[in-house]
């Protein structure tokens, strides 16, 4: 079974609004890390935002914001008033067994491919 | 601050011909390292990751081999290519369980 689910393969938004980004995932580890990346056509993975399974809050960072429903094991990223920039593949990504303080993998979803519109 | 780098930035080999591509690290010491493969339009695939100086753990069985020389170097090897080996190959560093940061990538391309 996939791991992590990105069901957008592209998303439009008009610049200066805001949009959602749609990632569920599947784990039985109680203590795991679920991340956002952006690639821009450059190619270089830019790190976005971060969320513990153990945290209380959503995760914030500047427009990025991460809506977090444990309970449905989904982790959408929120993106407001966006900006052209914005236009890049945004990956969802989680790491398992985060206690155990080791070396692990993220595992990536497909991708979600953003273009803003002027 | 840290930085990480990778080269070549691009290159194409003919199937069969051997591989290097180098990563090092700057700003930090005894990172963990990563060698991730991107297909065109797909999601990452961890390949090896090191969590120190000759400590090397494959997670995809395949002709590519790694090394962990020096502290912040990593370099992702082949003795033959194969077309398949084509992709976009990104290393990353990390510290235990928090968020990885990646380089700039190589883009390889098999003929």
């Known amino acids: 079974a996939q791991k992590i689910t990105q069901t957008q393969p592209g998303m439009f938004v008009q610049e200066k609004e805001a949009v959602t980004l749609d990632c569920t995932y599947d784990t039985s580890d109680p203590s795991y890390g679920l991340f956002w990346y952006k690639q821009p056509s450059s190619g270089e993975m830019i790190f976005l935002i971060y969320q513990g399974s153990y945290d209380q809050q959503n995760a914030t960072e500047g427009r990025y914001s991460l809506n977090f429903q444990k309970a449905r094991k989904s982790a959408n990223l929120v993106i407001s008033a966006s900006q052209l920039g914005d236009s890049a593949m945004y990956f969802c990504?989680?790491?398992?067994?985060?206690?155990?303080?080791?070396?692990?993998?993220?595992?990536f979803g497909s991708g979600t491919q953003l273009t803003v519109l002027p | 601050s840290q930085t990480i780098h990778q080269w070549p930035a691009t290159l194409v080999q003919p199937v069969g011909s051997p591989l290097s591509l180098e990563c090092t690290v700057e700003?930090?010491?005894?990172?963990?390292l990563y060698w991730y493969r991107q297909a065109a339009g797909r999601g990452l695939q961890l390949l090896f990751y090191?969590?120190?100086?000759?400590?090397i753990s494959s997670e995809v069985p395949q002709n590519l081999s790694a090394s962990r020389p020096q502290d912040r170097q990593f370099i992702l090897s082949s003795k033959k290519l194969l077309l398949s080996d084509s992709g976009f190959y990104l290393c990353a560093w990390s510290w235990d369980s928090y968020e990885q940061y990646f380089g700039p990538g190589t883009r390889l391309t098999v003929t």
């Open positions: 700003g930090t010491s005894n990172p963990n």
């Open positions: 090191s969590v120190g100086i000759g400590q």
């Open positions: 990504a989680m790491r398992e067994g985060l206690s155990s303080g080791s070396a692990r993998q993220l595992t």
